[in-house]
């Protein structure tokens, strides 16, 4: 009997007819490719699965030089139909370009704004003066908006939000400019063909940022179940150390003509991006999900529960609950411990997490208290033993500090200084870059990334914390994804029920990289092309997004150990591991999303930055490929997707 709601071979191809990103660059609508197949319509996706792709070498140097694609998509039918996709990388532009601004004129993609939405110029090289643009783009998110009407577009109005994550230098090639301009956020209006799903851009507008004063750093991003961009600032700005407030001079004085004015405390937060009908945006800050490296974050199907990445040395599990769905604006904050047998051994059981309470709070009282607070008014903290029973050792940030809260300032200290905090009140504050966060919905798990497993994750080192569950005999540079089991009914440290089903209740390893080392043992070494990870594993996984369609986990890389950065598509079912895209060398692989519908069209949105970002694994091939980069790119970088042309279907003959 047919059923209306079941996935029919009809629909999933013309889902996948686009996927994943996949929009026919044939012209052929996956229906229409159905006429002569035989079979009936109500034959079901069981299962879709991903060759994978060669590393490219310098046989090709110019395939090291660019986004190279070499993977098929296969998606497999219950009646033994079977369909095939040649999968390709499909830019919107290059960062650097002008693109329409929808008006009639130009904008600069990826270009920076001051405090005014006013260019920033860059004044290095004396006759050449120019905006300022990022070769950075990091997190995005496509999504659609009830009643959309933009000028120019002929099929369906969607919306990409994208961010840009820094600068790495100035143009004159020797000013780093790392942290030191007000990052930029764009919303794009996409004319999505209805026939194809074929994406072109229309208008970029970027998003005034005044109101939340600027953005710090943003780096990966997710899309809320409510259709809002959850963007991050990573790496909070350190409101007593010297070396940050100077670092915050140049910030500010980019930002406000003003090196004094920026305050680190309102940096450090989750910005969210709403996009409205007509292609443009608005931004807020929400202050009470904590003051941490925010990376990639994760709402749960919920629409309250927030399990966020914190990409820092001595990072922590954090999860945020809100007080009402599809609401960030106020809540309560949790830091997890890790209990015994923590282990980065696939074969190993899972540790426990329990939760520790930071406090309760909405953004509003916390912005106040941003505005209003001095680092001093909140902690007295000592970087030498003061012999003070009133002050507790810790370790956070990768620093060994002694700290005394000072009275009636526990809910500033947990919201504004919330690494120091939580690792004053016992949280496990012992990973290493933990970077993007997933969430599989069917089996109820989420994956998280840890870039590097070393540094504060080791036994001895000065950065590790004996006794809060992270101590690991040895190092593994080249990271891992660890996959945590989701649970109702835990129990806060006060012994409170969490008001959340979807807690994380325990940690373990999913994959592992594989570090190539020297016949010590320890040191890293380098293969014939430079790569010292494996290259037929992770290495230094960073952005995650799971398809609940394709039950697969998408992994962009962020290596150092990789000449050439991969993403990966994994099989969470069948456990095989593809390569599927090659970013240009030195680059990194960004803007990871997957999107399963969209107008009845799948996704997977990808960007790279700062291609030719050479290392010392890159002496053997750096000669060859820096002049293909530059010619390739210049100093800019891609935001785009996937493409996918179905190549060939497969009937079920009997």
């Not at 904008?107 to 860059?122: K, M, S, V």
């Not at 970002?613 to 530059?630: E, N, R, T």
Request: glycine content about 10%; charged content about 20%.
């Amino acid at each position: 009997m047919h059923n209306p709601n079941a996935t029919s071979r009809r629909n999933i191809l013309k889902m996948l007819s686009a996927a994943p990103m996949l929009p026919l660059t044939t012209g052929f609508a996956g229906s229409a490719l159905l006429a002569g197949c035989g079979g009936g319509d109500d034959a079901r996706l069981i299962g879709v699965t991903f060759s994978s792709m060669a590393a490219p070498t310098l046989a090709n140097p110019a395939a090291m030089a660019t986004t190279t694609v070499g993977s098929v998509m296969s998606a497999s039918f219950d009646d033994g139909t079977k369909a095939d996709f040649k999968l390709s990388y499909a830019p919107f532009f290059i960062t650097g370009n002008k693109v329409s601004d929808g008006k009639g004129g130009q904008i600069l993609a990826g270009g920076y704004f001051d405090i005014n939405n006013q260019p920033i110029i860059d004044k290095t090289v004396v006759g050449s003066e120019r905006q300022f643009f990022s070769d950075g783009p990091d997190g995005t998110s496509l999504l659609s908006v009830p009643g959309a009407k933009v000028d120019g577009v002929k099929g369906n109005a969607v919306f990409a939000v994208v961010q840009f994550e820094y600068s790495s230098l100035a143009q004159d090639g020797k000013t780093g400019m790392y942290g030191k301009l007000p990052s930029p956020i764009a919303v794009l209006t996409l004319d999505q063909n209805p026939q194809t799903g074929k994406l072109s851009l229309v208008k970029y507008h970027n998003v005034n940022t005044a109101g939340v004063h600027g953005l710090w750093i943003t780096c990966g991003a997710s899309l809320s179940p409510w259709g809002t961009h959850l963007s991050s600032e990573e790496y909070e700005p350190d409101a007593f150390a010297a070396r940050d407030k100077n670092f915050m001079n140049d910030f500010s004085l980019n930002l406000y003509g003003d090196a004094t004015k920026a305050n680190p405390y309102h940096y450090g937060h989750m910005p969210e991006v709403t996009v409205n009908a007509d292609g443009t945006g608005s931004i807020k800050k929400h202050y009470c999900m904590g003051r941490i490296s925010h990376e990639l974050v994760q709402v749960m199907p919920d629409n309250r529960t927030v399990l966020m990445g914190d990409d820092a040395t001595n990072s922590g599990y954090f999860v945020f609950v809100a007080d009402k769905e599809k609401d960030l604006s106020a809540g309560t904050l949790y830091v997890a411990k890790v209990g015994a047998g923590f282990s980065i051994d696939p074969a190993a059981a899972a540790a426990p997490l329990s939760w520790i309470k930071l406090g309760s709070a909405t953004s509003a009282e916390i912005e106040q208290l941003a505005n209003t607070l001095k680092p001093t008014d909140i902690l007295d903290i000592r970087s030498a033993d003061p012999a003070d029973a009133s002050f507790k050792k810790t370790v956070a940030n990768g620093k060994t500090e002694w700290i005394k809260v000072k009275a009636g300032m526990e809910k500033a200290a947990a919201f504004l200084e919330t690494h120091r905090y939580a690792a004053y009140v016992g949280g496990s504050l012992g990973f290493t870059k933990m970077e993007g966060t997933t969430v599989n919905i069917k089996d109820k798990v989420a994956y998280s990334a840890l870039q590097n497993i070393q540094s504060s994750m080791v036994a001895g080192n000065a950065a590790n914390v004996p006794g809060n569950g992270i101590s690991l005999p040895k190092q593994l540079v080249a990271g891992a994804v660890m996959v945590l089991n989701l649970k109702g009914g835990l129990k806060d440290d006060l012994g409170a029920t969490i008001a959340s089903e979807w807690m994380p209740a325990d940690t373990k390893a999913l994959l592992v990289g594989e570090d190539l080392l020297a016949a010590d043992g320890k040191t890293l070494q380098g293969d014939a092309l430079g790569n010292t990870a494996n290259p037929n594993k992770i290495a230094n996984p960073d952005n995650l997004k799971f398809s609940e369609k394709m039950r697969t986990l998408f992994i962009g890389e962020d290596s150092g150990q990789h000449v050439n950065n991969f993403l990966w598509a994994y099989n969470i079912d069948t456990k095989v591991l593809s390569r599927i895209m090659s970013i240009p060398a030195g680059g990194e692989s960004t803007g990871l999303h997957a999107v399963d519908e969209l107008n009845g069209w799948t996704y997977i949105m990808s960007n790279f930055q700062h291609a030719g970002d050479w290392g010392s694994i890159h002496s053997i091939v750096k000669g060859q490929l820096d002049p293909l980069i530059k010619a390739n790119y210049k100093s800019g970088a891609a935001v785009g997707y996937l493409t996918g042309e179905l190549t060939e279907i497969s009937l079920n003959k009997a």
